[in-house]
């Protein structure tokens, strides 16, 4: 997957973002051991101190294991997963709504829209 | 963290014109840095004090501790902005050369290098074009184990997709207690790889902050902030 870094947000953030996108598609699934900071560092092509910072921040929020002696894992615990997915679900659709409401949309009318969209999209 | 480079009130005057003025500067090791500044801020007066090339008009200049002089030059490793290797010799000449001049020169660190980026040993430099010199001599410096690299404009010369190659010869090469210091205009190529960054201007510090406290409190990238900084 590649490494897309905009210039506007601090780094360590868009890494731990794209981080988390990476751990709920699968493409680090549960358990999965994680590359070295420097070999994630230079795929990424940033700071190795800038990616260790963004693994500690998901290593706070329990995504991430460190083992004291083989590296770092994904966290077992399919429920941690699940609540941060949950989390990062509700942060976007606050965002939509929010635009939406600035666009003058109607709550009724932005789900009616959503669910028009989703037909479409089944058809 | 200790500290490998340390500047206190360094000044350097040529004749009536003041070069650099009154800096004070600590860098870390294990870091890469910035050392940032339009045309004739002094980036380059400063990494030459480092190097013993010019000495002080005042102030001090200190690479782990010591002066620069013999023991220094051992554990920095420089890329001057003008090339001043021989131009009849053949690559692996100066390869040769290296490894007997400096203790911590791995041959084979350069070879590897000189592979990756297509470049024939047995060329002579003065058949290679302005991209291929720097490319040769940015290898030679990153093939030492230095403990501090001190890059003056590294990239000026070479194409994106070589850049991109270098940045990643930079991150890869220098380990955890060795710093990297790299003087540039060209800012946003190299802002990712970057821990923290020295704004100059006219022989002064103006700005040292990280680049993701520079991102965060002013919600620009570093290149913007620099083009903010120094409009014209």
Redesign the interface.
Known sequence: MPWE?K???????QLIDQIKLMIFSGAYPPGSRLPSV?DM??EA??????MQ?ALAKLEEDSLIITHRTSGRSITEDTRMVELAKNKLAQEQISEFLEKMQLMGFEQKEILTIINNMVKEMKK | MSVILECTELTKKFASKIAVSGVNLKVERGQIVGLLGPNGSGKSTIIKLANGLLTPTRGNILIGGRKPGIETKKIVSYLPEKTYLNDWMRVHQIIELFSDFYDNFKPEKAYDMLKRLNINANDRLKTMSKGTKEKVQLILVMSREAELYLLDEPIGGVDPAARDYILATILSNYNENATVIISTHLISDIEKILDSVIFINQGQVVLTSTVDDIRDEKGKSVDGLFREVFKC
Do not use: E, F, H, Q
Request: aromatic share 6%.
């Open positions: 870094l210039s506007d947000r601090p780094i360590y953030t420097r560092a230079k092509a940033v700071n190795p101190n800038t910072r």
